[in-house]
């Protein structure tokens, strides 16, 4: 078995989408873990991650690394954030925010054993409650299924730094469901158009369903 790199931290054993174990033996939910010449890797399920699935259908700008400063809005109980954690390694680090307790309770666990991943009970639309802890990020990554999507993006933009990066799940359905998916993305990105320069727009289906998922500039 051969792991072929991808990009920096993300690799394909065997056509499956993998990250490398930045703690050996840990598992986050379940996820399988190979070992190749002495490393350890996470599976990585596109059907269980934006990310992982934008990355399967073919995205080109990979600009979450070794060493980056993630915003991760929207972080669930820490699937998709766990392999950010990986990606950034050691000297990055991921900041999870969160706003459902129950969630909170499992990502806690999922951040005990990472030291770069920090569990933040938090609204995303109330930035200065957690401005202060994050400071400037250099890369935005947003998961929120909510109506107000774009304002959420908007807010914390002033956490991300000028040429920095967003990648955002947009899910058409809880934007509007009396409106086409096409039209909603549509509207989306001529929405946030003055602040972002859209650099990718990738369908990820068949991984999940009515969501487009963006990769941004900040102008
Ligand atoms: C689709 S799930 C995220 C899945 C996760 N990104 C992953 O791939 O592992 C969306 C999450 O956004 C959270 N959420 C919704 N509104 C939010 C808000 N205003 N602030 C922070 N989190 C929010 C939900 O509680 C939910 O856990």
Known sequence: MEAKKIFGGVFKIESKLATLNLV??????????????????????????????AIMKGMKHMEIKQGSKVLYLGAATGTTASHVSDIVGKQG??????????????????????????????DARDVDSYSGDTGICDVLYQD?????????????????????????????????????????FKEFIEGIAQEF???EKIDITPYTKMHLFLVLRKR
């Open 24 to 53: 050996k033996g840990n598992r986050v939910y379940g996820e399988e873990l190979v070992e190749i010449e002495g490393k350890q890797y996470r599976l990585w399920t596109p059907y269980r991650s934006k990310l992982a699935a």
């Open 93 to 122: 680090i991921v900041y999870c925010i969160e706003i459902s307790e129950r969630s909170v309770r499992d990502l806690v666990k999922a951040c005990e054993s990472r030291p770069n991943m920090l569990p933040m009970l938090k």
């Open 144 to 184: 929120i299924a909510a109506p107000d999507q774009a304002d959420i993006l908007a807010r914390n933009s002033a956490l991300i730094s000028q040429g920095g990066y967003a990648y955002v799940a947009v899910k058409s359905q809880s934007i509007d469901v009396t409106k086409s998916p096409e039209r909603v």
């Open 197 to 199: 320069e859209v650099l």
